[in-house]
C-alpha cells in the first residue's frame, strides 16, 4: 500500500463510509500501531472519538476500595527506574503524564490542558518544536502547584547519565526545553520529530515527577531520594503504603484535577503469585476487582468464565509472535562468533527454501489449537478487505505448494525423505524459549515441514537464559546460534521507529557490542535503511505510514521472518466493574481516575 | 558449657564462609542478569543497560565482587537490591514479620496436634485411634504443601466460597474486623504448614512415648499411688520430649524451607516469597542475603540442638 491508497482510506474515513476504529484496525493489520494511524488521521483533520464514560459521579469517592492483582509484583515506584510495565502501572496510580493514549492511540490530555497538533499551531511545521500548555491549578499530593518547572526538571532528572534512568530513551532526541511562562514549555528536537509525543506521553516514558522532592536527588544520588519508595504525584490516588515485591496502597487525593473524580476512596494493587489463581480471584471468586496480564490458555479463562463474576477483556496491541530465519551462518565460526555478519546461511540464503518455510507454518491450527481467543493468526496481513493488501504480503498453509517450490529448485529428497542439494540437507535447529504453547507450535510447523522433507530438530531453552542479555551465554536469542528461532515481539510503544529498527544495518547484533543490538536475524538491505532513515524525519504522518508499510513488506517479501499470532493484551475484570476501558498503547491504569463500580 | 559454646561459635565461622564462598560462585555462574526485562524492551537504549550494570559492579571479576560483598557484610551492609532500588535489610524486614507469624503459629498448631495425639496414640498402641492417627500422619507427611495448598484452596476458596485465598499484609480495617480478617487469611497457609508438620512430629512422639512408657520409674511413680494424669504429665510427657524438642530445633531450617512454597501459593508476602522473586528477577543481593540467613539458620539450629539435649537432659555432657 502506497501513499496514494493511503490517502484514499483516510478520505474514506472522513465521508464516514469507513469507520475510525476499522481504519486503525487495518493499519494495525499493515504492522503499524495505532497512535500513528491516530495522527494520520488528525493531520488530515478527522475530528477524534473521545471515550466515553458511562457513569457520570456528582461527587467524589463513596466508592469504597479497588483491589487489583499483578502477578508480578511492583519493586519499585520511580516511573524512571521502571524494570517493567509492572513498575510503571504501579507509579501510574501517583503520578500522571502529559498525555495518555486511549484505545485508539489517541492523545488524551491528563495534565496538559489541551493536545498539541498542527491545527492549533503547537506543533511546528518544521517539526523541530512542540509547545505543551500545561493545566492550571494541578497540585501536586503535598499540596505544592505542579507548573512548568516540573516539566522541565524531568528532562534534565532523566538526562543525567549518573541518574541511570531506563525512560532515556525518547528524551535523548531533545535539545532545550523553553519554559514560555509558568504554564507552557516549548520542546525543542535536535532533527525533526514527526513522533513528538514519545517523551511525555504514556506510562512508560512520559510520567512526570516533583521538582521540588527530587532535585536534591538527580545524577548519583538519586537512589537515596526517599519519594522513590514514597511518591507524591498528581494523580487520583495518594500513596498510602508501599512493600517492594508485595504490595501497594493508595487512597484518595482529595484535591485532584479533575472534578467529581476518583469514584473509590482507596487502591490496593497486590504483587506475587501466578496468573492462573489471579484469573480465579477475580474472574471465578471474586475476591478482587481486576487482575493484569493473563497469560493463561483460553479454554482455561473460558471455562471460569462460566460463573458469571467477571469476564476476561481483551484488546489489540502490538506483540507479536514470530519467527525469525538466520541470514548468517549459526555453525561456522568466525573471528570468535558464530551468526557472523560475515558469513552468509548456506540454505537459507535460497529464497525458494524460505518460501517453503512461509508455506509450512499453520497458523489457523497454531491459532485454534494453542492460543484460541489469545492469539490471532496474523491473518490481518491479508483478511483485511482486498484493496488494502499488499501483493507480497499474503500467508498460505500449503504443503503442496512447499513441496512444488523446493522441487523446482533443486532441492531432491534422499532416501531418509530429507531433501538435499549439493550435498548440504534441509535440516535446521529450531530454538524457542520454555513456555508450554511455544513448544506446541514448535510440534504442529515440524509435522508439517516433515511432509515437504524438511527436517526440524526443535530446541527449547529455558527463558531466563533465552531472553538474558549475557555476551557469554550461546543459548540467548541476542545471539541466535541457530537457524530459526520463535519469540514474542513486544511492539508496545506507540511509534514504529524504534521497533522498526530491528531490520536495520547499523543494529546487526554482533560480539562487538555484546550481542546488544536488536538486529537479531542479522539481515541488511539498503533499500530496508533508506525508508527508515527518511521515516524518521518524515513529517507528513500519511506519507511517514506508508514508508512503514514498505518497510514491513520488505520484511515480509524476503522472509526474514515468519509472523505466527498477534498477541493481544488479556485482562481479567469483575462484571461490577465500569468503564475499566483498556488500552493496548498505554499501562493499565491510563484511565484508572474514571473507573467505578456497581454497587 | 560456655567454653564449648565459644568453640562451637568459632568452628561456625568458616563453615560460613565456605557456605557464602560457594552461594556466591554458583549465582554468580547462573545465567540470567537483573536488567533482562531492560534487554528485550526496543524502548532502552542498550547503553542505558551497559551503565546500570558498571554503576552496580556487575561487570567486575568474580573475587573482586566476593571481596566487596564480604567487607560490606562485616560492616553490617548487606548490600543493595537492583531491582527495588533499596537496601536488602530493609526488604528483609519488611517481610519478616508475616514469615514470623505464619511460621510460628504453624508450629505453635503442629505442637498443639502433635502431642496431645502422639501421647494417646502411643498409651492405646493398636487400638482404633492410634490406627486412625498413624493412617492420618502418613498421608500428612507423604502430601506435600503445595498439593494440599491447591487442595485447600480449591475446597475452601471455590467451591465452599469460606476463605480468602489472598494473603494480604496490609489490611485497611480496625479493631476486631482487622483481627477478624487476619485469622480468617491466616487459617490456610497455617494449616497446611501446621499440619504438615504435625504429621511427622505426631509420630515422633509416639515413638518417644513408646519408649518411656515402660521404663521402670514410671511404674514406680504409679505404685507411689500418683493419679495417672500426674504420671503422665509429670514423668512420661516430660522425658519423652527431650527427643522431641531437639527434633524441633533441627526442623526449624526446614520448616522455612517448606514455607517458600506455601508463600507462593497463598501470596503471603514472607521472606520466601521474597527469595522466589528475587531469583526470577535475577536480583543476586537480596537472593544471597536471604540464602545465607537460611544458612546461618541451620548453623545456629544445630547448636541450638545440641545445647538444649544437654540441658533437657542433664546425663549428657560437653567436652
Not at chain 1, 326 to 336: F, Y
Not at chain 1, 445 to 452: D, F, G, P, Y
Not at chain 2, 239 to 254: E, K, R
Request: charged share 20%; with cysteine; proline share 6%.
Amino acid at each position: 500500500m502506497d501513499e496514494r491508497e493511503l490517502r484514499t482510506l483516510i478520505d474514506e474515513v472522513k465521508s464516514g463510509r469507513l469507520s475510525r476504529r476499522r481504519f486503525v484496525q487495518t493499519m494495525v493489520g499493515l504492522g503499524l500501531t495505532a497512535p500513528l494511524a491516530a495522527q494520520m488521521l488528525a493531520s488530515t483533520g478527522v475530528a477524534q472519538a473521545q471515550t466515553k464514560w458511562t457513569f457520570n459521579p456528582t461527587k467524589r469517592g463513596g466508592g469504597g476500595i479497588v483491589k487489583t492483582l499483578w502477578w508480578q509484583a511492583p519493586t519499585l515506584l520511580n516511573p524512571h527506574f521502571a524494570n517493567g510495565t509492572k513498575d510503571q502501572d504501579a507509579c501510574r496510580i501517583f503520578y500522571e503524564p502529559l498525555a495518555s493514549y486511549d484505545p485508539d492511540g489517541n492523545v488524551i490530555p491528563v495534565l496538559a490542558a489541551e493536545a498539541p497538533s498542527l491545527q492549533n499551531g503547537q506543533v511546528a511545521k518544521d517539526g523541530l518544536s512542540v509547545t505543551w500548555r500545561l493545566k492550571k491549578n494541578v497540585q501536586w499530593h503535598d499540596g505544592k502547584p505542579f507548573t512548568a518547572d516540573d516539566v522541565v526538571f524531568n528532562w534534565e532528572y532523566v538526562m543525567d547519565p549518573a541518574t541511570a534512568a531506563v525512560s532515556v530513551g525518547p528524551y535523548r532526541d531533545i535539545v532545550r526545553i523553553d519554559k514560555l511562562d509558568s504554564h507552557t514549555v516549548k520542546v525543542v528536537f535536535k532533527s525533526p520529530t514527526p513522533f513528538w509525543a514519545a517523551a511525555f506521553c504514556g506510562a512508560a516514558t512520559g510520567t512526570i515527577i516533583p521538582k521540588h522532592l527530587f532535585q536534591a536527588y538527580k545524577g548519583d544520588k538519586s537512589r537515596e531520594a526517599p519519594t522513590n519508595l514514597k511518591p507524591v504525584g498528581t494523580g487520583p490516588y495518594r500513596f498510602v503504603d508501599f512493600k517492594p515485591g508485595d504490595i501497594v496502597r493508595g487512597e484518595l487525593n482529595p484535591s485532584y484535577h479533575v472534578p467529581n473524580r476518583p469514584f473509590f476512596d482507596q487502591i490496593e494493587m497486590k504483587g506475587g503469585g501466578d496468573a492462573v489463581s489471579a484469573a480465579r480471584a477475580v474472574i471465578q471468586t471474586g475476591e478482587f476487582d481486576y487482575a493484569w496480564n493473563m497469560q493463561v490458555e483460553d479454554e482455561i479463562l473460558k471455562r471460569l468464565e462460566q460463573g458469571g463474576k467477571g469476564r476476561a477483556d481483551i484488546v489489540a496491541g502490538g506483540n507479536i509472535e514470530h519467527i525469525q530465519l538466520n541470514t548468517t551462518d549459526p555453525w561456522t565460526e568466525v573471528d570468535g562468533e558464530r551468526s557472523s555478519a560475515k558469513t552468509k546461511h548456506p540454505v537459507l540464503s535460497d529464497p525458494a527454501v524460505r518460501q517453503a518455510l512461509n508455506l509450512l507454518v499453520d497458523r489457523g491450527s497454531i491459532q485454534e489449537e494453542i492460543y484460541g481467543r489469545t492469539g490471532i493468526a496474523t491473518a490481518n496481513f491479508v483478511n483485511a478487505p482486498s484493496r488494502f493488501v499488499s501483493k507480497n504480503t499474503k500467508w498460505e498453509f500449503n504443503a503442496d505448494k512447499a513441496n512444488q517450490i523446493l522441487e523446482a529448485a533443486g532441492w531432491k529428497r534422499g532416501a531418509d525423505g530429507v531433501r538435499a542439494k549439493d550435498g548440504k540437507k534441509l535440516k535446521f535447529v529450531y530454538q524457542t524459549s520454555i513456555n508450554a504453547p511455544r513448544q506446541k507450535t514448535q510440534a504442529i510447523v515440524k509435522q508439517a515441514c516433515s511432509k515437504a522433507g524438511i527436517d526440524l530438530e526443535l530446541k527449547s531453552v529455558t527463558a531466563n537464559v533465552f531472553f538474558s542479555s549475557d555476551p557469554a551465554n550461546p543459548d540467548t536469542y541476542s545471539h541466535f546460534y541457530t537457524d530459526l528461532q520463535m519469540y514474542t515481539t513486544t511492539m508496545t510503544q506507540p511509534d514504529p521507529q524504534r521497533f522498526m529498527d530491528q531490520f536495520t544495518s547499523w543494529e546487526v547484533s554482533a560480539k562487538d557490542n555484546k550481542f546488544a543490538l536488536t538486529n537479531k536475524t542479522r539481515w541488511r538491505n539498503e533499500e530496508y535503511d533508506r525508508a527508515w532513515k527518511a521515516a524518521e524525519t518524515e513529517m507528513d504522518p500519511v506519507k511517514r505510514a506508508a514508508l512503514f508499510v514498505k518497510m514491513n513488506d520488505l520484511v515480509i517479501q524476503n522472509i526474514v521472518v515468519i509472523p505466527v499470532v498477534f498477541r493481544p493484551r488479556v485482562a481479567a475484570i469483575s462484571s461490577r466493574m465500569r468503564d475499566v476501558v483498556q488500552s493496548g498503547w498505554d499501562s493499565d491504569f491510563w484511565a484508572l481516575a474514571y473507573w467505578s463500580k456497581q454497587a | 558449657m560456655s567454653k564449648y559454646l565459644l568453640r562451637r561459635t568459632l568452628v561456625s565461622i568458616p563453615v560460613l564462609a565456605g557456605i557464602s564462598a560457594v552461594l556466591f560462585t554458583i549465582l554468580a555462574l547462573a545465567p540470567g542478569d537483573p536488567f533482562e526485562e531492560l534487554a528485550t524492551n526496543p524502548n532502552v537504549p542498550p547503553e542505558v543497560r551497559m551503565n546500570l550494570r558498571a554503576k552496580f559492579g556487575l561487570d567486575d571479576p568474580l573475587p573482586v565482587r566476593y571481596a566487596r560483598w564480604v567487607v560490606s557484610m562485616m560492616r553490617g551492609d548487606w548490600g543493595f537490591s537492583f531491582v527495588s532500588r533499596v537496601d536488602v535489610d530493609t526488604l528483609i524486614l519488611q517481610r519478616l514479620p508475616a514469615t514470623l507469624v505464619v511460621l510460628g503459629s504453624a508450629l505453635l498448631l503442629a505442637i498443639l496436634v502433635a502431642v496431645p495425639i502422639g501421647t494417646y496414640s502411643a498409651l492405646r498402641p493398636y487400638s482404633i485411634f492410634d490406627q486412625v492417627a498413624t493412617t492420618l500422619a502418613f498421608i500428612g507427611f507423604s502430601l506435600p504443601t503445595f498439593f494440599t495448598g491447591l487442595l485447600f484452596i480449591l475446597l475452601f476458596s471455590i467451591h465452599l466460597d469460606w476463605l480468602p485465598f489472598i494473603y494480604r499484609a496490609d489490611i485497611g480495617a480496625t479493631g476486631w474486623r482487622w483481627y477478624w480478617e487476619h485469622l480468617r487469611q491466616a487459617i490456610m497457609p497455617v494449616a497446611v504448614l501446621g499440619l504438615f508438620q504435625a504429621a511427622s512430629m505426631t509420630r515422633f512422639m509416639r515413638a518417644a512415648v513408646l519408649d518411656v512408657i515402660r521404663l521402670d520409674y514410671v511404674n514406680t511413680a504409679r505404685a507411689k499411688g500418683l493419679s495417672e494424669a500426674t504420671t503422665l504429665v509429670k514423668h512420661v510427657v516430660r522425658n519423652a520430649l527431650i527427643p522431641v524438642v531437639t527434633l524441633v530445633a533441627l526442623q526449624v531450617p526446614g520448616i522455612f524451607g517448606g514455607a517458600i512454597v506455601t508463600e507462593q501459593i497463598f501470596r503471603v508476602p514472607g521472606i520466601g516469597s521474597l527469595l522466589i522473586n528475587s531469583i526470577l528477577a535475577n536480583d543476586t543481593p537480596v537472593v544471597m542475603a536471604v540464602t545465607f540467613i537460611f544458612s546461618c539458620l541451620v548453623v545456629a539450629s544445630n547448636l541450638a540442638a545440641d545445647l538444649l539435649y544437654g540441658w533437657l537432659d542433664p546425663r549428657i555432657s560437653y567436652r
